[in-house]
């Protein structure tokens, strides 16, 4: 059995900033921005080997908006763009789906926690989910994680464990609760 904690992180909003409500989809790399302070907090995470896996519902799949090569780019780009800074992603898994398709993946179920759970040999039950909607956190609930959410979505109470106002304050925490 897996005895060791990590981190799983949504990805637009947490890592990156998110797409303008008019597009609602990062379709080109060139438009992948990281939020403030998120590189240092995955190099923090690092520096206390607990590995940090990205588990992101990506719906423009689906619906046509982005090609499954493009996708690939953009994630190209966000290891560059935190590897400049230090900080490395240990996995990278995404949900082609919509909700149509009743996949296994799509958060808020838990499918892309428990698959990169296996892979990275992570005990999700000691590990967290950190996202910036109701139904990230819904995912790492059903998978047994203790929850963080960053930002202002409105999201009940009874879901969330630790609560960040914005992302500069994850290396913060992480600092005051992972000792090295
Ligand atoms: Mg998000």
Not at 7 to 19: A, E, T
Not at 56 to 71: E, S
Request: with cysteine.
């Amino acid at each position: 059995m897996p005895d060791r904690a990590g981190i799983f992180m949504d990805r637009d909003g947490v890592i990156n900033r998110p797409p303008p409500p008019e597009e609602r989809y990062i379709t080109r790399p060139r438009d992948f921005q990281l939020q403030p302070g998120i590189a240092a907090a995955i190099r923090l995470f690092n520096e206390r080997d607990l590995p940090v896996a990205v588990v992101t519902n990506q719906k423009a799949v689906a619906i046509g908006r982005l090609t499954l090569p493009t996708l690939q780019e953009i994630h190209e780009r966000m290891r560059e763009l935190l590897a400049a800074e230090g900080a490395t992603l240990q996995a990278i898994h995404y949900c082609p789906h919509r909700e149509s398709d009743q996949c296994e993946c799509r958060k808020p179920r838990p499918g892309m926690i428990i698959a990169a759970a296996a892979e990275l040999n992570i005990d999700p039950r000691l590990s967290w989910m950190i996202g910036d909607q109701a139904r990230d956190l819904e995912a790492g609930r059903a998978a047994g994680c203790k929850t963080l959410l960053i930002g202002s979505a409105s999201v009940p109470t009874s879901l969330v464990d630790v609560y960040l106002r914005k992302t500069t304050d994850l290396a913060v925490w992480t600092q005051e609760n992972f000792h090295l």
